[in-house]
């Protein structure tokens, strides 16, 4: 089995561009690579595999409600859960829609050790903006100013937001809410140029991003359909961008970022290490449950590497506990099998 060259001719110049040190709020950044915050996909067990890797310059938690933070015991929580060395490059992402909480919760995130606190305007879920949360906080600009003013009041640590176009396409609604978003001490934006109802039918337009930087005096990483080397050297020469976030193909490639930025070789035998390796790590993390719930979520991405990675993906589905997970594993690699060229977007969707 071949690995997949994600990177062709384009790390030559990729990896000086992420390899500059960034400042955000008074903090350096080693690398201007970050890993996007995911729900059920950026769990404590997959930082710490993405932190055998290495490669990025900050990782962001799950989102995590802002109404259960403050009182939350990290030790049994579903989502506010970390391990201590991951704390200096580790950002929590918090999501609510009442100042006053938010900024509470953010004293929390603070008082634990992490690098800093994440605003999530970006989410645009049913269920989450049925709560009035994520981006449906967008409709209201003034709230989420003051979300964003409680909490930079609130606390010292680095303060970064992730929103969306908006729920109009609006470039210069979005730049206006980035206006706001710096002016009330937000120190970094991640933008993902889509609009909120929109989940991923149509493509991102990069445009906005740098739309987005010519008017912010603030770091700004892009988010969306970065997935190989030649598009995050696009998104970073046509938008100006200081870095970019990686979500999808950062769960299909855990090994993306030293693969990117630090001249990381995967072998042949890259994939069932690394599927094997976060099974143990879901498995000692969470109760099973919990621990088939979230392997699962991490094979639909995964399984875009593969030729037959629908075959991967039903057998996991069909696979009742954590016993059943390995075997499935076990008899999938037992046969390398045939990768994909490119990651299959049907997974991506």
């Not at 908006?166 to 140029?193: I, K, N, S």
């Not at 909120?196 to 770091?219: C, F, M, S, T, V």
């Not at 970019?244 to 490639?253: D, S």
Request: glycine content about 8%; overall charge positive; charged content about 25%.
């Amino acid at each position: 089995m071949t690995p997949i060259d994600s990177t062709s001719s384009c790390l030559a110049p990729l990896g000086p561009l992420l390899n500059r040190p960034l400042n955000i709020g008074g903090r350096l950044l080693a690398k201007r690579l970050v890993f996007a915050p995911m729900t059920f996909l950026g769990h404590v067990a997959f930082r710490e595999l993405l932190s055998g890797f290495g490669g990025y310059g900050l990782l962001f938690s799950e989102m995590c409600s802002a109404k259960t933070v403050p009182s939350e015991n990290r030790f049994v929580s579903r989502y506010f859960r970390w391990r201590d060395e991951e704390l200096p490059f580790l950002a929590c992402q918090v999501v609510g829609s009442e100042p006053e909480r938010m900024a509470d919760a953010a004293q929390r995130i603070e008082a634990e050790g992490f690098f800093g606190v994440d605003v999530n305007f970006g989410c645009s879920t049913g269920a989450i903006c049925r709560q009035s949360c994520g981006a449906a906080v967008l409709r209201d600009p003034d709230l989420a100013e003051r979300i964003v003013h409680h909490i930079r009041r609130a606390v010292r640590i680095p303060l970064t937001v992730k929103f969306r176009t908006g729920w109009q396409d609006d470039p210069a609604a979005a730049v206006q809410m980035g206006r706001r978003f710096e002016d009330a001490g937000a120190d970094a934006v991640t933008f993902h140029p889509r609009v909120a109802p929109d989940r991923r039918a149509r493509a991102p337009k990069w445009e906005y991003i740098g739309r987005i930087k010519q008017a912010l005096g603030i770091p700004v990483f892009g988010n969306g359909n970065v997935f190989d080397a030649d598009g995050c050297l696009r998104m970073l020469r046509q938008t100006g961008c200081d870095g970019v976030a990686l979500g999808r193909i950062a769960i299909a490639r855990p090994w993306i970022f030293a693969e990117w930025c630090d001249g990381f070789k995967p072998g042949p035998d890259i994939f069932e290490k690394t599927a094997k390796q976060l099974l143990n790590l879901t498995a000692r993390h969470f109760e099973e449950k919990a621990a088939v719930r979230r392997f699962r979520k991490f094979i639909f991405y995964f399984a875009a590497n593969f030729r037959f990675g629908h075959t991967l993906y039903t057998q996991m589905q069909n696979s009742a506990g954590l016993n059943e997970l390995q075997e499935t594993l076990d008899a999938f690699f037992a046969t390398p099998p045939e990768l994909t060229s490119a990651p299959n977007m049907n997974y991506f969707q």
